[in-house]
């Protein structure tokens, strides 16, 4: 059912602004050389290429320094016009190009009587003919360009960061004690892509090498604007709306990927822009390029997305009281965590006794946040912790990463999965590893299947998609939302343009009618069960606005005189 309703929304490409690309573009390259100015100029980055760039300078001067041209002094005196022309402007000030001998004679100067009587071993003749091989030597070199390379090999070699040679960066990585899961298909080494720095971002204290990774993820993610999205908004337009591309069951917990067919030269920024991918919320170019999706005249887009829909959809599957509790009581998770981590010490900073299923406690606990430095830091470094533990890390792991001895690794390790969220685990060792181990699949939702001949090896991917794959939902809600408007007055006021994982996006007849319609009718779709004895209820509002960038949220079921107010401060 899904088909025709994508297959309608590529077709129907959304309003894009291409006069503010150029200015995205220009901002982009400023932040890269930013990005790059500041990583230079830190000390350990210039420790380690220190010894680098020498290397990379002597690789590339070995064959120069091989070719290289020396004076061959034994040549002594040569008789050719050239060499005679150079010895006599040499010894007497001259400025030939070419003498021959009997040119040589007529000049009648005294001082160049001994090159007539051919005394080739006088000293004079002998250091001029010495000069004209160091001439002569020099004049090769440079016309090879050797001088100019030996002189300044940092015009030829690319020395300091050089955030595009993966190889090194690796190397760098490890120099400065990071870890990798992953290992490089070619060189069998560790490899970091770009969801093992932003894990490692997460994950590590703060300090240098948090902040080398972040302005490293900001070049990653400007080499992307340059290359990949800019070019494609400019060759995917067609009368001011730009199309896309996606895949049904792109990705392997059968989620939706915005992939375009792989293409050789101009074409290759003419097959869509990726409609699942752009850049990340906290990019520093999220906002520009949100900017960039403008409404027609006469039209607003409107965006609704699932509050936490990967954090609801586990608690729901998992059935962990933890997970459904802190959903229902909106705690604060990072404090809950640093508890159940360092129990003592928060129990001894507040004078309060832990309990997690305490809302109360929970909050006292938040509150000393923002009077006591030490809560505060126990807060902050918990979430690189609790990042780690969601995506598999040991107590090895999590010693290393925050610098606590094995048995603190494993306490904190244990009080995670045991303490915290038992039914998480449960769910993952007695349902998911036992499911595929004995039939060699896992369902994932609507008759979906995950195959694995290897349980405990890709039990990371089984576990996360049999949850990341109910971002179906989203799909299933804009299908059923679609046939629902179809039948209603508004079937030409309605238009779909994108759907990401959590996320559909309309263009709306900027009318009052339209917009109640659409927010008394979409959200409910959104928001039903989708599981029986559904423990949790979906959430999802509408954000509208001229551009994806400038937005008011319109409450569930607003009455007209709420959405006009709040539009109210769109138009202002």
């Given amino acids: 059912p899904a088909i025709p309703v994508i297959a309608e929304m590529m077709m129907n490409g959304q309003a894009i602004d291409l006069s503010q690309v150029q200015a995205i573009l220009d901002t982009v390259t400023k932040l890269n050389d930013e990005c790059k100015s500041i990583i230079n100029d830190c000390p350990m980055v210039q420790a380690f ?24 002094y034994s040549k002594g005196y040569q008789s050719n016009p050239k060499m005679r022309a150079y010895v006599v402007n040499h010894m007497i000030g001259t400025e030939f190009d070419t003498l021959s001998d009997k040119q040589l004679k007529d000049l009648a100067n005294p001082l160049l009587q001994p090159l007539i009587d051919k005394q080739f071993d006088h000293p004079t003749i002998v250091a001029a003919c010495n000069a004209y091989h160091d001439a002569e030597a020099l004049r090769q070199n440079t016309e090879r360009n050797r001088v100019d390379k030996v002189n300044n090999p940092q015009n030829y070699v690319q020395i300091g960061f050089n955030p595009y040679n993966y190889q090194q960066l690796a190397k760098m990585w490890i120099n400065f004690g990071l870890e990798s899961d992953e290992v490089s298909k070619t060189t069998g080494e560790q490899s970091f892509s770009g969801t093992v720095l932003k894990s490692l971002a997460k994950t590590i204290p703060e300090g240098d090498v948090k902040s080398i990774i972040k302005l490293y993820l900001e070049i990653a993610e400007s080499k992307n ?66 900017k960039l999706f403008k409404a027609p005249k006469g039209k607003l887009l409107v965006q609704i997305d699932y509050s936490n829909l990967e954090g609801n959809v586990g608690a729901i599957l998992t059935h962990d009281e933890t997970s ?28 309060i006794k832990f309990d997690k299923t305490s809302l109360e406690v929970n909050k006292q606990y938040k509150a000393l946040c923002d009077t006591n430095p030490r809560a505060k830091t126990l807060r902050t470094n918990s979430k690189g912790v609790s990042f780690g533990l ?61 195959f694995s001949d290897n349980a405990k090896k890709d039990i990371r991917t089984l576990n996360n998609s049999t949850m990341q794959g109910y971002s179906n939902v989203t799909q299933i809600s804009g299908v059923e ?21 959590d996320c559909l996006y309309y263009e709306v007849t900027d009318d009052i ?9 979409l959200p409910p779709i959104m928001c039903r069960p989708f599981v029986h004895d559904q423990a949790l209820t979906l959430k999802a509002e509408i954000d509208i606005g001229p551009n994806l960038a400038e937005t008011v949220t319109l409450p569930n079921n607003a009455d007209l005189a709420t959405i006009i107010d709040k539009l109210s401060t769109l138009k202002d």
């Fill in 481 to 501: 939302f679609d046939r629902v408007y179809k039948q209603s007055q508004y079937v030409d006021d309605i238009k779909l343009i994108n759907i990401v994982h």
């Fill in 49 to 72: 290429h220190k010894q680098v760039d020498q290397a990379r300078i002597d690789k590339f001067l070995e064959p120069v320094l091989k070719a290289w041209k020396h004076p061959d």
């Fill in 225 to 290: 604007m340059i290359t990949q999205y800019i070019p494609k908004y400019f060759g995917s337009t067609i009368n001011s709306r730009v199309f896309g591309s996606i895949r049904l069951m792109g990705t392997i917990s059968g989620r939706l990927s915005g992939k375009a067919a792989k293409m050789d030269g101009p074409e290759k920024h003419m097959t869509g822009i990726n409609l699942v991918t752009q850049p990340a919320s906290s990019s520093a170019f999220a906002k520009p390029v949100k």
């Fill in 390 to 450: 969601v995506y598999g890390a040991y107590p090895p792991k999590v010693a290393k990463s925050i610098g606590c001895s094995l048995a603190e690794a494993t306490t904190i390790f244990d009080n995670f999965h045991n303490l915290l969220y038992p039914g998480v685990t449960e769910y993952r060792e007695k349902y998911v590893m036992p499911q595929v181990a004995t039939h060699g699949w896992i369902h994932l939702n609507y008759g979906l299947k995950l």
């Fill in 324 to 351: 459904v509790r802190n959903l229902k009581q909106d705690f604060d998770t990072h404090v809950l965590h640093s508890a159940a981590y360092w129990t003592p010490e928060w129990e001894e900073l507040s004078g």
């Fill in 513 to 521: 009618n339209v917009i109640k319609y659409i927010n008394d009718t």
